[in-house]
């Protein structure tokens, strides 16, 4: 075969309109959800009682996210059927043409075992030990097994969402303690009515795909009772939290004012039927879910600046 | 055809090649930086020291 052949070939091969750029490959790793697993791991590496060199800090995030990104890109991989249906996810690099299924699928398996790997070697099993574990979860157990299955996914779900600060907690101090399981329970708890809010708007896509969402299984009406139950469970262990390790003072103030603006969200999501939300276009739907956003951020920039506070002999309660 | 003349596989693939590079770049230094910072580590010992020691 001569070079010729070869490079005829590969350009009849390679010159597809569709041909993946970097940015591709990048979009495959979630890099919105990425952001969340940076903040929180961020929080739970600095919140923890042991500091640890900056260096093997940053390699810990960075590793968490690209384990993070990694599970990611698998569940790209096995959700490419549903992705297409979907408006909001029809444009990801799969159902886009950009990056094939077995592409996917070798990036996110390469980039899991490479992660949880480094991750070990830069801090320790404990910490590792969790990644590999969460990936299994969100890849596994969560889209393979659980999603397309019951109206509960979205609980499911929120756990592997909620390993990050865990695991920074765990990159710091080798243990799980009742502080990292906190944060953990913080976003366990928050997921439900911050996906929920959103499935009452985006009410198409998730009938169109066939996904149980407790939207086309239970009723909108039982969604919104949902929502309501899961934030007043939310903002108790959300208070409570400003008694423990990880609260203080700020913490306290932060969590009663965000507690109480989501319950009054919830309460108004709760109140209002179809009729009344497709009046104004799901506006207390909509407002509920940005508010969410901020919620956690501001817990757990709350947590971070009582960690802060600690190093100057401020925060907590003593 | 000379080697050296680029192909047209070349041009299009160049950003992704050079994101590839410059993640793999930053990979090293991390790797390298990680080293650095566990041997200055007050407990690091190097292993045949504590074969000799034991």
Redesign the interface.
Known sequence: MS??TI?TN??AE?AQPG?????DF?ALLKPRVMTLVVFTAFVGLLAAPVGV?P??G??AI?FIAVGGGAAGALNMWWESDIDSLMKRTSKRPIPAGKVTRDEAFAFGVTLAVMSVVMLW??TNAVAAGLLAFTIFFYVVIYTIGLKRWTPQNIVIGGAAGAFPPMIGWAAATGSISIESVLMFALIFMWTPPHFWALALFMKGDYHKAGVPMLTVTHGRKSTRRHILAYTVLLAILAVGAAFTGIGGPVYLAVALVFNAMFLRDAYAIWRRDEAMAEADDYRVEKKAFKLSLWYLFAHFTAILAEAALAGFGLGGWA | MSFREEHELHKRRFGRNLGLGLVLAIFVALVFGLTIAKVSDNDFKVPAKQGATN
């Open positions: 070079d010729a490079n590969t350009t390679t041909e993946a750029e970097f940015g990048f060199h260096i093997v940053l390699a960075l070697l830069a």
